[in-house]
C-alpha cells in the first residue's frame, strides 16, 4: 500500500493517504497504523484492496499469505506460511533478478541506494539517503524494504549491507519496468549534462554504419566492458555513487 501511495502522489503530489485510505474504504487513522506497521489488517480487507488494486492473481495470493502470516499465532503455521511464500515467489539462486522482481525496483534509486552502501562515509539513515539522491525520505524506506526482501541488501550491525558484488536485470525483454528504468537513466544523465562539471563526468557519442548480425558480439564486448569498469571504479576510495550507461541504437529507422 505504500508503493501505491508514493506512486499516486509522484504522479499527483495533492494525493494524500486520506485520498488512498477513501479509495481503499479503510479509515484514515486504521490506514496510517498499517503504513507504520502498527496495526494488521483482516482477510476480508484484503481482498477488497486486490479488487480494488486489480492485482495480478499470483500478487493476490501473495498479498493474502503476508496478511496471514501477520496475524498467524503459533510457530507451525507461520512456518507453513513462510513456505507458500516461498513457493510463490523463491529465493533467486542467480545474482540476476529475474523480470518479476525487476518490476518492483525499477525505479533508478534503488540501484543507487545498494551502490550508496559501499561509500566510505555511508549512513543508514533514510533521511541521510534522501537527501543525497535528491528524492523522498519514504521513497528511501520503501526502497529499503523491496531490496532486504529480495535479499539485495541485509542489515547488519546496524547497517545496510550490499549482499552481491554485481547485480544485473536480465536485459532482453520488452518490458515495461526495463523501458522505465532506461528512461529513467536517461533522464538523470540529461540532469548531469546540465548541473555537473565536465570534470566530474564523461559524454561521448560516436557515429557509425555497421553489420547487424555483429549485435550479439558487441552487446557482449559492452557488457563485458561495463563490468571491468565498475572493478576499476570500485577500487581504492569510494567517494561518491557513479552510473555507467551505454547506449546502442539504431538511427536509419526510416523506410529503405
Known amino acids: 500500500m505504500k508503493s501505491v501511495f508514493l506512486e499516486k502522489n509522484s504522479k499527483n503530489p495533492k494525493f494524500s493517504q486520506r485520498a488512498l485510505a477513501k479509495l481503499l474504504k479503510i479509515s484514515p487513522g486504521q490506514f496510517n497504523l498499517v503504513l507504520q506497521g502498527k496495526k494488521n489488517i483482516s482477510e476480508d480487507t484484503a481482498h477488497r484492496i486486490i479488487g480494488t488494486l486489480r492485482l495480478e492473481e499470483k500478487e493476490a495470493d501473495y498479498f493474502c499469505h503476508l496478511v496471514r502470516l501477520e496475524s498467524s499465532k503459533t510457530a507451525e503455521s507461520k512456518e507453513f506460511i513462510q513456505k507458500k511464500l516461498e513457493e510463490i515467489h523463491p529465493k533467486q539462486d542467480f545474482h540476476t533478478l529475474a523480470l518479476d522482481a525487476f518490476r518492483v ?23 541521510w539517503i534522501a537527501r543525497r539522491l535528491c528524492i523522498k525520505k519514504p521513497e528511501v524506506e520503501m526502497a529499503l524494504e523491496r531490496l532486504e526482501r529480495l535479499e539485495l541488501l541485509k542489515k547488519e550491525n546496524n547497517t545496510w549491507i550490499k549482499t552481491n558484488e554485481f547485480v544485473v536485470a536480465k536485459s532482453d525483454f520488452y518490458n515495461d519496468a526495463l523501458r522505465k528504468f532506461h528512461k529513467q537513466t536517461l533522464e538523470k544523465a540529461l540532469e548531469a549534462v ?28 559492452m557488457q563485458s566492458f561495463r563490468l571491468e569498469m565498475a572493478k576499476f571504479l570500485g577500487k581504492g576510495k569510494r567517494i561518491e555513487t557513479y552510473q555507467l550507461a551505454m547506449q546502442l541504437f539504431k538511427l536509419t529507422t526510416g523506410k529503405k
Not at 204 to 217: F, N, Q, R, V, Y
Request: charged share 35%; no cysteine; glycine share 2%.
Open 194 to 221: 546540465e548541473v555537473q562539471d565536465v570534470s566530474e563526468r564523461e559524454f561521448g557519442a560516436m557515429t557509425m554504419s555497421i553489420d547487424p548480425t555483429k549485435l550479439k558480439e558487441a552487446k557482449k564486448r
Open 105 to 127: 525496483i525499477s525505479d533508478w534509486y534503488h540501484y543507487a541506494i545498494i551502490e550508496m552502501t559501499q561509500l566510505d562515509s555511508f549512513k543508514p539513515d533514510p533521511s
